[in-house]
């Protein structure tokens, strides 16, 4: 039994705009975080769900190549907000004015 394409595509497409609500909606910048990671995620299935499809290996280094920057993304993200919340002793992003010149 195979899944159909465009099963992949609807379910990559909600978890996209799932986490396109996330990022626009919250104010906790560690819930925009998650969001961001969930928008790659969903990308990320698309690629795979297309390289599958089109028996090529193009999706998957895709993929690779994504994951790498959400690594990347994940350390700095996260050590911005870790100075963010000593600084303020808040996640808000409201509350955060320390990039305003």
């Known amino acids: ?8 595509l609807v379910l990559g497409a909600a978890l996209f705009a799932i986490g396109m609500t996330g990022v626009l909606v919250r104010r906790n910048a560690l819930v925009v975080f998650m969001a961001i990671e969930l928008m790659l995620n969903s ?34 993200g996260l050590a911005l907000i870790v100075e963010i919340f000593r600084a303020r002793r808040s996640v808000n992003l409201d509350e955060v004015h320390l990039l305003r010149g």
Do not use: C, H, S
Not at 50 to 74: K, M, P, S
């Open 1 to 8: 039994m195979t899944v159909p394409l465009a099963y992949y």
């Open 43 to 76: 990308v990320n299935l698309t690629f795979v769900a297309f390289a599958r499809t089109l028996g090529t290996l193009d999706g998957q280094l895709a993929v690779v190549f994504t994951i790498v920057v959400a690594g990347v993304e994940v350390v700095v």
